[in-house]
Each structure stands twice: as C-alpha cells, then as structure tokens.
C-alpha cells in the first residue's frame, strides 16, 4: 500500500476527520485532500512527520505501511492495529476461527458466576 491508501488507513482507524487532521497536524486540509484523492503527490518531510505524530504512527509506516525491522523486534504489547492486520489477511474461515477462540480465552478469563 502506498501513501493515500496508509494515510485513508489511519484516519479510519482513529475516527478522525480531515479537517481534525489538518487542525492538528497544521497541515492544510485542501493539501491533504489532495494526498487521499491521490494525485500521486507525497507530502514533505514536515508535512509526513506532522501528519504521522499527530496519528501516532511513524513516517516510515505511513510512507511504506512497513515498520523498520527494529520496531518489529520490539515487543509492542496489544497494538490492536497489528491485530487487525494479521485478521485481515486470514481467510473468511480462519477469522471466524480467531475470533471464536478470542471468545473463549474471555469466557475463560471472566467466567459467569453462577
């Protein structure tokens, strides 16, 4: 995935609109409008790292979708979008399967009272 489609990605994960973005980010809504259109524009170096931090993600990740190999080494506790990730390039079958067994490991972990 490049860019618009890492940069769409983001947004939809954090519930925030474009305008929030630029607000945050200070970077203009109409130039990141123009980054998700497509037009095959990439943003400066400033305006990637506003855009990125203000995400919580890294430049390299928003860029490339691809984390550094020593972030990968890391451990990165329950980051839910690497879960969502690995579950969306499963089989309709195997997610099904996932998603059932994380509905045990919870039932096992708060187990009805009886």
Known sequence: MGFKENLKSELAYS??????????????????????????????????????????VSVEYLITGQERQEQKNMPHGHDPRLILKSLEALSKRDRKIVLSLIKSLKELESPEKA
């Open 15 to 56: 519930g925030m609109l474009v305008k929030d973005l630029a607000r945050l980010s200070g970077v203009n809504k109409r130039t990141i409008d123009n980054y998700l259109r497509g037009d095959g524009s990439m943003p400066s170096a400033d305006a990637a790292v506003c855009i990125a931090t203000v995400l919580g």
